[in-house]
C-alpha cells in the first residue's frame, strides 16, 4: 500500500519539526553563548580533550586527576570530540542533543498529563534564556535536565528498569543528582513496585564507573568534594544581583505552587494534571535546599529547571473559564521571558562574559594569553591562582593548582576530614581509600597571578584584563619564588 505524497510531509513534520525547531534555536544560543564560556566549562572541555586525543583522564595532559564533577558528561563530550576534532563544537553538539532530548521527554510527560501542546515550546524557551542556565553551557547541566525529565518519564510510565538506567545515569553525570532520582522515585505510588529492577539497573550504569574511579583514580566521589569553595545564592546574589533575581524567581512560585497542588490533587483536575510536573519541581527544591550549603553556582539548575517546567505547565492549564488567571499567567511569563532577554542583552551583544561568572578574563583575552604563557614556559610548570580551566584550555600547557594536582589535594583530604563528624569522616576514608597519599605536589616553575597595582619587576610578561566581578586588573606570569 503506498503513503499519500501528501500525507507524508504532514507526518515528517509532526515527527521532526518540533526536534528540528529545538535543534535551531539551541544552536543560535551556543553560538552565542560559546563566546564566553566559563571557566567551569573550559575544565570540562580539558578534561573532553585530553581523554580524546590523549586517552588521558585529567585537567592537563602532564598529570592525572578526578576533579571531572560529571564523568559522563566527560565521556560523551571525548567521544564527540574524537568524532568533531573539537572540545567546544562538541560541546555545542552535546547542548543541541541535550536541549532536543529535554523537549521529547516534556512531549511525552504532556501527552500523558493531558498538559495542552503550547507547554513544551514555552518551557523550551524560558529554560534556553534563563540567566543562570545560559551562563552553565559548557558544563553538564543541560545533560543533566534532560537526563532528569526522562527519569520522571519513565517513572511516570512505570518503568522500573528503564527508570533504574535513567537514574544511574543521572548519578553520573552528577553525583549530588542522585538527590533528584531518589525523589522521583519516592513520589511513585507504590513506588516499591519493581523497586530490585530499578536497583539492579541502576547499580549496571554506575558500579562500573564508581569502581574505575576508586581503584585507578583513587577517590570513587570527585575530589571537588574536598576542594570546592562554598558558593550560596547569597553570594550571588551579592556579585549578580539582576542575573541572579531573575534566575531564580521561579523557585518560590514553584514552593507556593506545590503547596497548593499537594492539597488540591485529589479534588481538582487541574491540580491531577501537575502531579508530574510537581514530582519534578519538588526534587529540584530538594536538592536546591540541600546542595546549596556547600556547592557552586551550577547546583541550582535541578531547582530552577524543575520549577520553571512546573509553572510553565501550571499555566498551560488554566481552564478557559478562568479568563483572568489565563490572562496573569500569560503576562507573567511573557515578563518573565523579557527580563530574562534583558539581562542577557544588557551589556550589548555581542556578550564577553557570562551573565554570572567567576572569570577574571574574558575568553577572547585567555584566546592570547594562553599560547603567550605557553611559549613563556616551554613545557615547564605554571601555577595558576585563578581560572586554571580557561588557561588550561587556551595554552594546553602544564598547569598547576588542585584541579589538575593530585598532590595538591591531600592538605584538602586532611583539612576536610579534621572538620567532618566522624560518620562524614568515616566516608572520606573510604572514598579515598586508594589515593597515593605519597604524591607530593608539583613544584611550579612560574606563577601566573594578578594585581590591581603595577606588576612585579620579576614578571616575564603582563596583561589587562578586565571583568564584571573584580573589575580590571593586571594577570602577570613571574618566576615561582
Known amino acids: 500500500m503506498r503513503s499519500d505524497p501528501a500525507v507524508l510531509p504532514a507526518a515528517v513534520r509532526r515527527v521532526w519539526g518540533a526536534p528540528a525547531g529545538v535543534a535551531a534555536g539551541a544552536t543560535v544560543v551556543f553560538v552565542l553563548v560559546s563566546a564566553h564560556l566559563t571557566d567551569d566549562a573550559y575544565a570540562t572541555l580539558s578534561y573532553a580533550r585530553n581523554l580524546a586525543f590523549h586517552a588521558h ?21 571525548a567521544a564527540v570530540t574524537v568524532v568533531v576534532r573539537n572540545a567546544v563544537v562538541a560541546a555545542g553538539v552535546v547542548y543541541v542533543g541535550s536541549q532536543v532530548a529535554l523537549v521529547l521527554g516534556l512531549k511525552r510527560l504532556a501527552a500523558h498529563a493531558g498538559v495542552p501542546r503550547p507547554f513544551v515550546p514555552l518551557a523550551f524557551a524560558a529554560l534556553l534564556v534563563n540567566p543562570l542556565l545560559v551562563s ?4 553538564e547541566v ?10 520522571l518519564v519513565f517513572a511516570t510510565e512505570r518503568r522500573p528498569a528503564a527508570l533504574g538506567f535513567a537514574a544511574g545515569a543521572l548519578t553520573l553525570v552528577r553525583v549530588d543528582l542522585l ?21 539492579f539497573a541502576a547499580l549496571a550504569v554506575t558500579v562500573p564507573w564508581f569502581v574505575f574511579s576508586w581503584v585507578v583514580l583513587g577517590s570513587a566521589v570527585p575530589d571537588t568534594v574536598v576542594i570546592d569553595a562554598p558558593t550560596s545564592p547569597l553570594r550571588l546574589w551579592r556579585d549578580f544581583p539582576t542575573a541572579t533575581a531573575v534566575s531564580l524567581l521561579a523557585l518560590p512560585f514553584a514552593a507556593a505552587g506545590l503547596l497548593w497542588t499537594a492539597r488540591r490533587r485529589r479534588e481538582s483536575g487541574v491540580a491531577g494534571k501537575l502531579t508530574p510536573f510537581a514530582v519534578l519541581a519538588a526534587a529540584g527544591l530538594v536538592h536546591f535546599v540541600l546542595s546549596n550549603t556547600t556547592a557552586y553556582p551550577w547546583s541550582c539548575a535541578p531547582g530552577i529547571v524543575g520549577s520553571t517546567v512546573f509553572l510553565v505547565a501550571g499555566g498551560c492549564v488554566i481552564p478557559k473559564s478562568l479568563a483572568p488567571q ?3 499567567a500569560a503576562t ?18 555581542p556578550r564577553r562574559f557570562a551573565p554570572i561568572t567567576g572569570n577574571l578574563a574574558a575568553s577572547d583575552e585567555y584566546a592570547v594569553i594562553g599560547p603567550q604563557v605557553a611559549e613563556l614556559a616551554k613545557g615547564r610548570a605554571v601555577e595558576s591562582t585563578t581560572d586554571a580551566g580557561a588557561l588550561a584550555y587556551a595554552c594546553d600547557c602544564h598547569v598547576v593548582d588542585e584541579f589538575s594536582d593530585r598532590g595538591a589535594v591531600d592538605p584538602a583530604i586532611t583539612e576536610t576530614k579534621d572538620r567532618s563528624s ?25 606563577v601566573l597571578a594578578t594585581t ?26 613571574a618566576p615561582a619564588r
Open 57 to 77: 583522564w585529567g585537567l592537563v595532559e602532564q598529570s592525572t586527576a578526578n576533579t571531572a564533577t560529571s564523568p559522563l558528561h566527560v565521556l560523551v563530550l
Open 136 to 139: 552553565a553551557v559548557g558544563l
Open 142 to 151: 543541560a545533560l543533566g535536565a534532560a537526563v532528569a525529565v526522562w527519569v
Open 179 to 199: 538527590v533528584v532520582a531518589l525523589v522521583v522515585f519516592a513520589a511513585r505510588r507504590e513506588f516499591w513496585a519493581g523497586v530490585w529492577r530499578t536497583a
Open 326 to 328: 489565563r490572562v496573569a
Open 332 to 349: 507573567a511569563a511573557g515578563l518573565a521571558l523579557a527580563a530574562a532577554a534583558a539581562v542577557y542583552a544588557e551589556p550589548g551583544l
Open 422 to 446: 566522624d560518620l562524614g569522616r568515616a566516608l572520606l576514608e573510604a572514598n579515598f581509600h586508594n589515593f597515593d597519599h605519597t604524591v607530593p605536589p608539583t613544584q611550579p616553575d612560574f
Open 452 to 477: 590591581c597595582g603595577a606588576p612585579p619587576s620579576t614578571a616575564l610578561a603582563a596583561w589587562t584584563v578586565d571583568s564584571p566581578r573584580t573589575g580590571t586588573q593586571h594577570l602577570y606570569l
